[in-house]
């Protein structure tokens, strides 16, 4: 299977190094020093299962590559529009596209600019940065894809992206509802980037404290009446759900968006907490505790102010 990682940071690199170590033949469009590094001396990935990919197909050019069987996007959302025009020479008319970005406007990006039956749905879970050029760093063992059709069938390109995840050990799964698996994803990772990156602290102490606790769980509420407005059967119990998996994780744990924060970077919170807020006013459902969110980040957003 041909596959191209358009965005071969944290996500896009890890995933890509399992894929190629399976034996696909994996093509990493990737830019700068990382670009430069990939090609001197391969990928690879630090933590819980080290690897290395020595020898990789990586450039900055997608017409390089040509057409493709599966696009996987895994630029940071501010990057999305310059990627998907930059890809277009790996999507033929029959490659599919899966965006493994976080939240629920990515699609949208898709949708406008390829044909609907191209676009297949994707979550990811890992927890993987760049530590250094051709290198990522993963805490923790977690990792984990889900992906397919959003008209629910059991495709035949969604099994055979299956068998290549396998093959490279990846915990991944075809779903039939990968709708409903984006916006759990959506309530969960709402809930903790927008308290821990507005409160600058790991989820240990948000989870404990009653007030912040209660406001933990207003955000993700605000969420799930957002995602049941526009059609999405959450199930009843999504939010006890999700606050329990905020009660499990390590108390250590925070979110990428936390992380950009402590850096300086660009935040993703236009398309998170502020995502809640847009798609809450388009069907009438209030959401406060997300504006809050989205507007306390709001000078943080464009990056250059560490938290
Ligand atoms: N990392 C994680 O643990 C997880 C991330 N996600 C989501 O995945 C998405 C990606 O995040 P993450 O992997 O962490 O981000 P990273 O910044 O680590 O990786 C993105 C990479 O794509 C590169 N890139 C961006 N645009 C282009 C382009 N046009 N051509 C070539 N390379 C490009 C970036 O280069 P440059 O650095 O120069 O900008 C960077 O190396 C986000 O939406 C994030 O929320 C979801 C689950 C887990
Ligand atoms: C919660 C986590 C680590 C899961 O993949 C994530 O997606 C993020 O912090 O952006």
Known sequence: MRIGIMGSGGLGG??????????ADVHFIARGKHLQAMRDQGLRIDGPEPMHVQKLH???NPADVGPVDVVMLGVKLWDTEQAIAQMRP?????????????????DDYLRAAFP??????GVGYVATTIEAPGVIKQTGPMQRLLFGEFDRSLSERGKALLAACKAGGINAELSDNILREIWLKYVFLVGLSGTTTSMRHTIGPIRSNPQTRAFLSDVMAEVIAVGRAQ????????????????????PEMTSSMHHDLQRGNKLEVRWLSGGVV??????????PCNRAIADILALHAEGGSRG
């Open 58 to 60: 990586a450039t900055d």
């Open 90 to 106: 790996m999507v033929g008319p029959q490659t599919a596209i899966i965006s493994f970005q976080n939240g629920v406007l990515k």
């Open 278 to 287: 847009q798609l809450g006013q388009a069907k009438g459902v209030p959401t």
């Open 116 to 121: 609907a039956q191209q676009i297949m749905g």
């Open 231 to 250: 059609g999405v059967d959450l199930p009843a119990d999504t939010l006890q759900a999700a606050l329990q998996r905020a009660d499990t994780v390590s």
């Open 14 to 23: 890890y995933f890509g190094a399992r894929l190629a170590l399976g034996g």
